[in-house]
Structures are given as structure tokens and as C-alpha cells.
């Protein structure tokens, strides 16, 4: 935590803005009686209960831009772009012909405007968006998971975020999830709320069109359910009993609905 009572966006230097700090500070006043504080963790019960469907594998099937297309959301911090500059030749060698990592290692993985943390574009897109086995995706997740290193530590911490929340108030640590309220805050924004099936389940809902196996009601579970290994990662020996606590409430209300 940052100790000087400013709100940031945890896992990048890039800041929150004066809006959204206010914002911030506004939704947690407002809904502090429903968190649940577990040591340094604010969690935002209600929030993290928000049914989501990460159906990454389809989105392109339905969606004419997926979150991973573009450059990386937000910067990463200098502690990960260490990690991930001494991991990105064994990267690159994985999922890179020769004369590709060649070019790797002339021009850095780095943008040459903003320097360390921002990863550098290639054909409009992040450089570690590749196609393999004939689908696009991150190739640093894919080594991860290829090579038994740690995810949560490898992988630019925005990129791994979604749809959850995370900001260092400067007292508190608070975790939340994208809803139409944090939006306003979030650095999700509004964007997956309204255009994108995984956000919305009533969107969903409305979309008859589209194919059952896609984006199915069925897949739909708390937002907190989607990222169990960072959750691990923020709460550290709170976990089993901040999934307990969540998983009892979704239960209740599945019992009431």
C-alpha cells in the first residue's frame, strides 16, 4: 500500500484520475456496510458476486474485437517488467521462428515512447498476441502454463485482471468487480458493459440470435470465481476464508432466486 492516502490502480504506475478517485471514495462510503474487510483486503462482496462468462474461446465468434487484440491495457509496474524482460527470449523461442526472435532481440519488447512497462505494438496489437495451434492469444500465458512458472507473477497484472478490480486506497486494499456502478471508477470503464456479451448476462439475455453454446446462460458464475490464483496471490492466508464467506452468499441467493 502506498501509505500517503492516494488511491491507485494497483499493479501499474499509471494513476487514477481525480474523477475517479472521487468516485472511488464516493461507491466505498456508500456500500461499505455490505464489504467485508480481511486483513488488508477490502472485499466487495456484492461486487465480486457479479455473474460473469469469460467464454474466451468464442469471443471472436461473436464479438468483432476481443480484449486481448490491441496493445496491453494498462503499463505494468517495474518489479514485473523485470520478470517479464528476462522471461521474453524463452518467450519468444517458444512461439517465434529465428528470424523473428532476431528481431526480438534487436528491438526490445519495449515502446520506445513510454519505455519500461509499456509492451510495444507489432501489426496494431500487443507484441505477445500470437496466433498458436490456430488461435490468438497471449503467448506469455501460454508459456506460464507451458513451462510452470507462476502466471499471477508473469503476466502484466491488468491483462490478467478482468473482471475484477483492485485499488490501494492507501489504508486499505479494496477488491471489487466491474458493475455499473464501479465502472465509474474502474479502469474496465463502460466499454464491457456495453458491448460485450461476458459483462452482462441480460445482454445475453436479449441476444437470441446467437448460438446457445455461445456466451451460454449456463456459464455464467461471480466474478470473483474467474481469477481463483490471483485472489490467492492478493489474500494470501485470508483465502479459504474470504471463498468461503463468498461462496455462502452466492449459495443463499441461489437458494432465494
Known sequence: MNGRGLYRYLGTPEKMNEREVYACKKYIRKHRAAMKQMGKVLLDLPALLTPFHLDCENCRLVHRETCCEGGQPYAVENQQADLLERESGAIASHFWSEREQRG??????????????????????????KE???????????YAEKSGVDVVSLKPFSCQLYPLEVIDTGEIILLTALTEETASFSRWGTDYLEHFYCASIERRKAAVHLDENLFSLTGYKPAYLWNLPLL????????????????????????VT
Open 104 to 129: 526480438w532481440a534487436a528491438e526490445g519488447i519495449w515502446d520506445k515512447h513510454y519505455g519500461l512497462g509499456t509492451i510495444r505494438m507489432d501489426h496494431g496489437n500487443c507484441l505477445f498476441y
Open 132 to 142: 498458436m495451434n490456430g488461435r490468438y492469444g497471449c503467448s506469455i500465458h501460454a
Open 232 to 255: 490467492h496471490a492478493l489474500l494470501g492466508p485470508d483465502t479459504a476464508q474470504s471463498l468461503e464467506l463468498l461462496g455462502y452468499i452466492s449459495e443463499q441467493e441461489n437458494l
